[in-house]
Each structure stands twice: as structure tokens, then as C-alpha cells.
């Protein structure tokens, strides 16, 4: 990144492949593995340090999380942008051609949790006690996934004369495209959301990074104590999609009701976890399902032992070092069923 200041667009030269002999690999792919695998790699070590399901199992819950995530994430983008994908219907086959580019980030996420979720249920996992688990290393995936967009000048948004602004100097050594061009495609209604122009920009990528970075903090922060199952990952969805909602009205998207779909499906969510969390500061005692006792859960037999008879057994919480039976958790013992949401 080249030099600037308070009062200085951010300014640096994008690279949208890395060269490696004869081939060509995307940064944003990178920036996706790598979130991914170290993303898991907290969830596991949290695991550890809390007393969560067994290893085994959560590396094979996140095998097909991962699955989901990758179907989850074409699904949402194409359809958000279905006219785009399939040239107005002209040419279905566009649906499969994801080489051509084309993902959503929130599809993604639903799709591993919708993926993930019968492995979770056929092993006793606990549905909440997972998510609980998984939040932290979502936000630093999504981290490090945005540094990717970042060196490609992904997610570009409307121009500003804002102080934090961002400008393209650059692109492979080549010098970028005159603001003229993106001018004319913005002023007809199809501004470029990815590539590099001579104009300064929201980059809504470098505000979804900070953003999220500070959800990290706060989510490893709050994570130290026992909290009430359902507590971390209901915090992660109304920070991150209360984030995405105000970042999407800077971002050059295809809009419904004014909207982006990202911003439709992120308000849904935000207005459920809200009240999740103001009436419960939780999943609510109906929706928590016990793990299972022994084998894939990896609990202390002795801490079910002096827990109520089975049938009144709720999901332990995640959090920090005190064990489940202390004084401060809040989650009182709850019929087992099956209405994990």
C-alpha cells in the first residue's frame, strides 16, 4: 500500500491473479481456504479448551459444512442475480458456470449451517453448543477471506469524496481504467463491482474487514465466561448482519424493494436474533436439545452425573474455564426434544 493519511483515500495497486509458472491463482480463493481452515482450527481449539463434542466429530461436521457452504454459495448469489446468471433466461446452463465468478457470502453461510446441521442432530452435537463454538472462527475466516477481496479490489461501492475513500492505482503494472468509463456504466445503472478504475470509492470490503475484526475481539472477549447456549452465535448474526444491511447501501449490487438480497435475508435474521436475545439473552429453553452423554460429546461423565435425570437435560454452554454446574449459568434444565431451529 502506497503512502496516506487521515485525509487520503486509501490507495494501493490491486492483484487480481498470483502468478505460479503456468498458473493463475485468484487471491480471493486463497483468502477463502485459508479463512476456512483457520476458521475451523479456533472452533476446534475452543472445543478443546471448554469441553466440547468430540474432534473427530467436528471435523466431520465441518466437511459438510464446507460441502453446504460451497453449494450454499452459488445458490445465494444466483438467486440474488438470476436474470445475470442465465442472460435473462436464455441460457440456464449459466446456473452451473461458477467459474464465470458469482458467490454469496451469506448463502454460504447458510448453506454449511443447513448442511451441517443432520450430522449434528444424528450425533447429539448439540445444535447450540456447535454454533456457539463456531462463531469466533466464522468472524476470523471472514477476516481473512476479505483480505483476499481486498488485493483483487473486490465489492467496489459509489464513489465519495469521503476521507477514507479508496482508489485503484493499479492493476498488474497496468495503469488504471479512466474514471470516465466507470462513470458511464454507474451512471447507467450498471456500475462494476470489481476491477480498477481512476476514481475514488467506497471499498465496502475494507469496511466489512474492520467491522468484523471488531466482532472477533468482542466475540473472544465475551467468550471467556459461560454464557447461555445460543448467546455468542445470536451476537455474531446481529452484529454481522446489522453490518452488512448499512454496507450493502454503499455497494453496487442488483437491488429489490431497494434492497440488496444480502441486506433482505440479513434483516430477517437481525430481527430474530434481536428478540432472541432481548426476551432470552439466548436460544430459548425450548429450542435447546441435550448432547449426547458419552462418546461424541467428550463431556466429563461425572458433570452429567450431577446434572437432572436425562429426560431434563439442556445443551451445556460454551464459555470459559468454570464448569456448567456454576453458580452464574443461567440455563435452567429443559425437556429434551427435537426443535433444534
Not at 481449539?45 to 453446504?68: H, K, Q, T, V, Y
Request: aromatic share 10%; glycine share 14%; proline share 8%.
Amino acid at each position: 500500500m502506497e503512502g496516506w493519511s487521515l485525509w487520503d483515500p486509501f490507495a494501493w495497486e490491486i492483484i487480481p491473479r498470483l502468478r505460479l509458472g503456468p498458473l493463475a491463482i485468484s487471491p480471493h480463493g486463497i483468502g477463502i481456504a485459508v479463512g476456512y481452515l483457520l476458521g475451523a482450527q479456533l472452533m476446534v481449539r475452543r472445543s478443546r479448551r471448554f469441553g466440547g463434542p468430540d474432534e473427530a466429530d467436528i471435523w466431520n461436521a465441518l466437511f459438510w459444512a464446507l460441502l453446504g457452504a460451497m453449494v450454499g454459495a452459488r445458490l445465494g448469489y444466483v438467486l440474488g442475480h438470476l436474470p445475470e446468471v442465465t442472460n435473462d433466461g436464455n441460457d440456464l446452463l449459466g446456473i452451473f458456470k461458477v467459474w464465470e465468478g458469482g458467490i454469496s457470502l451469506l448463502g454460504g453461510i447458510t448453506g454449511a449451517v443447513v448442511f451441517a446441521v443432520p450430522y449434528i442432530r444424528k450425533h447429539q452435537m448439540g445444535f447450540w453448543r456447535m454454533v456457539d463454538l463456531a462463531a469466533p472462527g466464522l468472524a476470523l475466516g471472514i477476516v481473512i477471506g476479505r483480505i483476499g477481496d481486498l488485493i483483487i479490489g473486490d465489492h467496489l461501492g459509489d464513489p465519495t469524496t469521503l476521507p477514507f475513500g479508496w482508489r485503484c492505482l493499479g492493476s498488474d503494472g497496468e495503469p488504471p481504467l479512466p474514471a470516465a468509463q466507470y462513470m458511464e456504466r454507474f451512471q447507467a445503472g450498471d456500475p462494476p463491482s470489481l476491477g480498477c478504475y481512476d476514481i475514488t470509492l467506497h471499498q465496502t470490503a475494507l469496511y466489512d474487514f474492520v467491522s468484523t475484526l471488531m466482532l472477533l475481539g468482542l466475540l473472544l472477549y465475551v467468550g471467556r465466561k459461560v454464557r447461555k447456549p445460543g448467546f455468542m452465535a445470536l451476537t455474531y448474526v446481529l452484529w454481522y448482519g446489522s453490518a452488512r444491511i448499512v454496507f450493502d447501501f454503499l455497494r453496487n449490487d442488483r437491488r429489490y424493494f431497494g434492497l440488496t438480497g444480502s441486506q433482505l435475508w440479513a434483516a430477517t435474521l437481525v430481527i430474530v436474533c434481536a428478540y432472541l436475545l432481548v426476551r432470552y439473552r439466548g436460544a430459548p429453553a425450548g429450542w435447546q436439545r441435550s448432547p449426547e452423554p458419552q462418546g461424541s460429546t467428550g463431556e466429563d461423565p461425572s458433570a452429567l452425573e450431577a446434572s437432572s435425570a436425562p429426560s431434563e437435560r439442556a445443551e451445556a454452554p460454551v464459555g470459559g474455564p468454570g464448569p456448567a454446574s456454576e453458580p452464574e449459568q443461567e440455563t435452567p434444565g429443559t425437556p429434551r426434544d427435537d426443535h433444534s431451529p
